[in-house]
């Protein structure tokens, strides 16, 4: 066996997305001890870049050393006690991980479904609220992943405070591809990923506590089942004094990684990441359609960084194959549709470092050339 060296390839399926150099770059620097004073100058400048791309002021920002399913986690299991009501919605694969992760932790989860490929509604998430007033926490997904859809997250949240709920919001997706606005929409939790429009390596969970949401947990009538993810614990070493004790070894090169992703997200200026994503996203529908393809989402709804493309009757029989041409050929990687949606979409994202008018131009001649 010799060294591992993969060729480039473009990913534009619905995570990990290409890197930036400045960030492969970051991660080779000399590793340093994680409670070194310098290690924890460098957590400090993550915690507030952080709330920069989150828009928030919220003290308790800052990365889960772990992917974003793991930022799931820590918002279920230090904000839902056995018998707690959560309302939860599901419109794709990550609201059913969201219900499995309520009963893992005791909860009740009310569902609220709408069809694959549509948004959340707010009117059956209100009518919900309505019929369960115990509902303690309501919980959705920003940007569905497994079908392309944008949910209006500030009409949500409006639902969720004048019923007297928290909210939980998975924005893996949604971080620095479009508005993410904590404060504004007065989110109480949320998690990222670093492998998305961040395009970071996979492996950290950016998440978000509102003083609500540590207030919540303060009051716990029982402990979190979850040593690793208890956020009392993890607190005393993301805090902002000087007494850091160790809890675990964070993954110091992928916070360098994560730290310069940051950066690069700062210096761009999040209003001209959300346009960037924007433009790219239209110039590849415009391309698509021009090779007859359209998609799944209705305009108003559709993420930028993630397009879901209808697969022709035609070519439903070969979409595997022609997925596999394109990476065996071409080098281009292309998400194939999940759940109730197999076989029906292809997944072609334009997430980050990859939202770029060179990514457009590969995929649509790629894709040209198979077709
Ligand atoms: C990718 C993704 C996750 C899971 O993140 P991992 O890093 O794969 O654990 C959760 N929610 C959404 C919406 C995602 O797109």
Known sequence: ??????????????GPSNIDPRVLNAMARPIIGHLDPQFIELMDDIKELLRYAYQTENPLTFPVSAPGSAGMESCFANLVEPGDKVLVCINGVFGGRMKENVIRCGGEAVIVEDEWGTPVSPDKVEAALKTHPDIKILAFVHAETS???????AALAKLA???????IMDCVTSLAGVPVLIDEWGI??????SQKCLSCPPGLSPVTFSPRAIETIRKRNT?????????????????????RSYHHTAPINAMYALH???LLVRDEGLENAWA????????????????????LVEEPYRLPQMNS???PEALKAREGDIRKTLLNEHNLEIGAGLGALAGKIWRIGLMGFGASEDNVHTCLSALEEVL
Not at 161 to 167: D, P, S
Not at 233 to 239: A, E, R
Not at 280 to 294: D, F, I, V, W
Request: charged share 15%.
């Open 309 to 311: 493309v209808l697969i």
């Open 161 to 167: 405070q004048a019923h007297g709920c928290l909210t």
């Open 147 to 153: 079908t392309g859809v944008c949910s209006d997250a």
């Open 188 to 193: 109480d939790a949320a998690y990222s990923g």
């Open 276 to 295: 960037r994503h924007q433009t790219h996203h239209e110039a590849l529908k415009a391309g698509l359609e021009k090779l007859g393809l359209t998609l």
């Open 260 to 262: 310069e992703s940051l």
């Open 1 to 14: 066996m010799n060294s591992f060296n993969p060729n480039f390839k473009t990913l534009m399926g619905p």
């Open 223 to 243: 402990p979190i089942q979850s040593w690793f993810l208890d956020l009392s614990l993890v607190m005393d070493y993301w805090s902002g004094d000087e007494a």
